[in-house]
């Protein structure tokens, strides 16, 4: 119970902490709402877990046999947060029939922008390392932390978008969602430059 407990404890802190996603969130529950960004929630609480499992069963193996890949996906990750960043700074404004530009990310882009997230793979590396002992009954330690990533990553996923939502009523204006969708993507690549570095 004491080793479930300290799963919980690691991976609540690790879901509810800033990083890529829950910025990610936070800018399009204000842009767009809650209803429109449960893909986005979703894809995040399926699509986490999984990488977790992956992870689990080898993949993070992979990087310390071959380094120089594990050097070209932070890269490449980097690089397409700069990307979405770009893409969320210009987001939430109206265009001249009155809608909104851009749209929130989908249930399948979502699950796969894990792959790409610095901060995804820190907390499912650094989860293996301290909750999956060498010699300890592998699988049923895998599934612990993918079951606990599940169970954190939905309260997670929904409290940063239901903060951006409550933010969205001081963004009356198309310059204060200028502002702030700048200010958040600025925040997005701060975010994984510890990463980088």
């Not at 894809?43 to 310390?64: D, K, N, Q, R, S």
């Not at 894990?114 to 895998?142: D, E, Y």
């Not at 502002?179 to 430059?193: D, E, K, P, Y």
């Amino acid at each position: 119970m004491e080793h479930v407990l300290a799963v919980l404890g690691f991976t609540a802190v690790m879901a509810f902490t800033p990083g890529p996603n829950n910025t990610m969130l936070m800018i399009s529950g204000a842009n767009w709402g809650v209803v429109p960004t449960v893909p986005h929630i979703l894809g995040i609480t399926v699509g986490f877990p999984l990488m977790v499992f992956a992870v689990g069963m080898g993949l993070g193996g992979v990087f310390e046999t071959y380094p120089l890949l594990h050097e070209i996906l932070k890269y490449v990750s980097f690089a397409y947060l700069l990307y979405l960043a770009w893409k969320l700074a210009r987001a939430g404004r109206h265009d001249s029939d009155g809608t909104k530009q851009g749209k929130p990310m989908s249930f399948l882009s979502a699950a796969l922008f894990q792959w790409v997230n610095p901060k995804a793979w820190i907390m499912a590396v650094s989860a293996m390392a301290l909750f999956v002992p060498a010699g300890s009954p592998m699988l049923s330690g895998v599934l612990l932390l993918v079951g606990a990533s599940a169970l954190m990553s939905l309260p997670s996923a929904a409290a940063w978008c239901l903060f951006g939502t409550a933010i969205s009523r001081f963004l009356d204006s198309d310059r204060r969602i200028a502002i702030f969708n700048a200010l958040m993507a600025l925040l997005l690549v701060l975010s994984t430059l510890p990463t980088l570095f």
